[in-house]
Every structure is written in structure tokens, then in C-alpha cells.
């Protein structure tokens, strides 16, 4: 039996340049889970620590590629392709949830 996964994912441009809302913040870190929740209602999203990290760098300066670049000097186990296809998936999520505009 074959299961049906749909992703709803827009294409990220490598010049693309993601700025976090700051209608969001971090409420607590535990483990290697960062909690974020909208300010006027309790809505938790669970990022984990390489979501967070390219949260974190989404500063409305950098482009996706200058993101991609300092997420490979941390995971230099991956290839760059790689961390530049889960770089983009991540940056189209934390769009979709309205994390980064």
C-alpha cells in the first residue's frame, strides 16, 4: 500500500532574503528544541536546533545563499547541495508559519 505525503513547499531563490517576524519570540530552551509563540495568543511551534539556527540567521540582511554558506561550516557532513535543499525547505516552512517574512 503506498502512502500519499504532499508538501506544499514555494521555491526559495537563492536571493531570496528572509527577515524574522517580530511578532514572534522565544519563550525557552530545552534540550535541542527551541520553543517560539506568537505574542498576542499561545500558539507553540517546536523548531529544532537547525530550524532555529537558520531562524536566527534570517536577520533581513543575509540571502538565502550567505545562509546556506554559515549553515555549511557547522554541518561539514553534508554536501552543499544538501544543506542548500534543507536550508530552502526550512525557509519556505518558517514562511508558510509566518515566522520570516
Avoid at 536550508?87 to 517574512?101: H, N, Q, S, T, Y
Wanted: hydrophobic share 40%.
Amino acid at each position: 500500500m503506498k502512502k500519499l505525503k504532499i508538501e506544499i513547499i514555494t521555491p526559495i531563490p537563492d536571493d531570496f532574503i528572509p527577515k524574522r517576524n517580530d511578532e514572534w519570540k522565544i519563550l525557552r530552551k530545552e534540550n535541542q528544541a527551541i520553543f517560539v509563540s506568537k505574542l498576542e495568543e499561545f500558539f507553540p511551534l517546536v523548531l529544532n536546533l537547525m530550524s532555529f539556527e537558520i531562524y536566527s540567521l534570517c536577520d533581513g540582511r543575509r540571502t538565502v545563499k550567505d545562509i546556506v554558506k554559515e549553515i555549511s561550516k557547522e554541518y561539514l557532513a553534508n554536501t552543499k547541495k544538501e544543506i542548500e535543499e534543507e536550508v530552502k525547505k526550512c525557509i519556505a516552512r518558517l514562511k508558510f508559519l509566518g515566522l520570516i517574512e
